[in-house]
Nanobody
């Protein structure tokens, strides 16, 4: 019974692209703030991108110019378009909502050299 269903992860070569999706369950509505964290094996979880219901976005420096976060206003589904992927982007990506109140199960992104 996952509150935020994630999909879109996989294996890609360096320079390739993936698009992650995060869909809230039908019982959840009016999520104000959503975004993505990632965690590589043995490393600290780090914020990747976030977006508010008003459309304001924020990115950490290591993904600026490569990743784009967006959301659908009606469904609250959030997307993370990842371009020009690098091996250091390899991690489990976790979707979150409302400042950590809701979490996805995580989706694995693996970028080969």
């Amino acid at each position: 019974q996952v509150q935020l269903e994630e999909s879109g992860g996989g294996l890609v070569q360096a320079g390739g692209s993936l698009r992650l999706s995060c869909a809230p369950s039908a019982s959840i509505f009016d999520i104000i703030h959503m975004g993505w964290y990632r965690q590589a094996p043995g490393k600290q979880r780090e914020l990747v991108a976030e977006i508010t219901s008003g459309g304001r976005t924020n990115y950490v420096d290591f993904v600026k110019g490569r990743f784009t976060i967006s959301r659908d206003g009606a469904s609250n589904t959030v997307y993370l378009q990842m371009n020009s992927l690098k091996p250091e982007d390899t991690a489990v990506y976790y979707c979150f909502g409302d400042f950590g109140k809701y979490w996805g199960q995580g989706t694995q992104v693996t970028v080969s050299s």
